[in-house]
């Protein structure tokens, strides 16, 4: 089955003849990166297996976040992190999407408007939270940006993970059961904070008359009980975008198939692309250089970090245990000969031309 990284190498120098005068400057990088992952062209790492002493030799990855090989490490180390702040308290899912009509003029302001997207959302769960009506204390939430659907197609929302409770003082206010707040408000409210946000950080920027006038989408319902497969949903695009090596079934003819589920009739489907449509809608979801698609809200994030850890340690307390039982462990590279000795590196080599990654 061919790869993303096959269809950059085969194709990726063309695409940049044909429209490289337009590219951003992280879409050039991606398909130049993409390209040459693992391929010996970045160098190898040398390892040993300490039980059968068979030498192994990896080539390097290129460690560009769009990269489908990139980042297993990485992702593990994010799961695990998230799954030992758990509280012993249900959770919801909240998604906050934006209308079809504003999603060419978000992808042309990229940086900015996706950045306003977020922090509407964060704001808008905040503000219910500090409602007495529902929580009457500081909400925490946890969010992760998507811009695609399926297909492919640019379609920016964001998934929060949002605890069933707020912190009040050093006193934790549990949500009703089974209900958080209400989405036809969070939707006006929503939209309200996402205008003015966006008029404020571009001036210039036109609102179609459609956007005003329609109702936002934001969805919110229970997680399911095993909290961790959601994490683990989120997590399994925190460092990469949404199609993997194994949806992709063919590239012949400057033709590339990959097949998608349909979220309307949970069909399974493929769709046929030019390859150069297929690397436009890849590399639209390439997100701006440092941007960050994970963000923090409330007690969850960075600055009140200490306060989150006292609640939780009273709280995992009052469940009886001082710790989650569940904890995500990082994975030893094992011996692909043998299948049960652990690897060790034992050398590097570089291209001259690069420094070490």
């Known amino acids: 089955m061919p790869t993303i990284g096959d269809i950059f190498r085969e194709y990726g120098q063309a695409y940049l003849n044909k429209f490289g005068a337009n590219l951003p400057v992280h ?6 990166a993409i390209g040459a992952c693992r391929t010996g062209a970045l160098g190898w790492h040398v390892f040993e297996c300490q039980s059968c002493g068979e030498v192994h030799y990896v080539n390097h990855s290129c460690r560009n976040r769009s990269c489908p090989l990139c980042h297993a490490r990485q992702r593990e180390n994010w799961l695990s992190a998230r ?10 899912h909240v998604i906050f999407t934006l209308p079809g009509e504003l999603r060419r003029i978000v992808r042309g302001n990229a940086r900015v408007l996706l950045k306003v997207l977020m922090n509407a959302a964060g704001q808008t769960l905040l503000q219910f939270g500090r409602d007495s009506r529902y929580l009457g204390g500081k909400a925490g939430v946890t969010m992760v940006l998507h811009t695609w659907t399926s297909c492919l197609e640019y379609h920016p929302h964001a998934h929060c993970l949002v605890p069933a409770g707020g912190i009040d003082g050093p006193l934790w206010r549990n949500a009703r059961k089974g209900y958080l707040f209400p989405v036809r408000a969070m939707s006006k409210v929503f939209r309200g904070i996402f205008l003015k946000m966006a008029r404020e950080a571009l001036p210039e920027i036109q609102i179609p008359s459609e956007a005003l006038s329609r109702d936002w989408v934001v969805y919110a319902k229970p997680a399911p009980k095993n909290v961790d497969r959601l994490i683990g949903y989120l997590g399994r695009y925190v460092h990469r975008i949404a199609i993997s090596n194994s949806r992709i079934t063919s590239m012949a003819g400057g033709k590339v198939s990959f097949s998608w589920k349909d979220s309307w009739d949970s069909k399974k489907k493929t769709t046929v692309l030019p390859v150069f449509e297929f690397m436009r809608r890849y590399l639209q979801h390439v997100l701006p250089s440092r941007f960050h698609k994970v963000r923090y ?14 609640v939780r340690l009273l709280l995992w307390m009052k469940a009886g245990y001082a710790f989650p039982m569940k904890e995500r462990l990082p994975k030893d590279f094992l011996c692909r000969i043998c299948e049960k000795g652990t690897l060790v590196k034992i050398g590097a080599f570089f291209p001259s031309s690069r420094s070490p990654p």
């Not at 799954?83 to 919801?92: C, S």
């Not at 809200?297 to 009140?304: E, K, L, Q």
């Open 297 to 310: 809200f409330g007690f969850m994030s960075p600055s009140n970090r200490r306060r989150f850890r006292q």
């Open 27 to 32: 879409h050039r990088r991606a398909i130049e």
């Open 83 to 92: 799954i030992g702040e758990l509280l012993p308290v249900p959770y919801f």
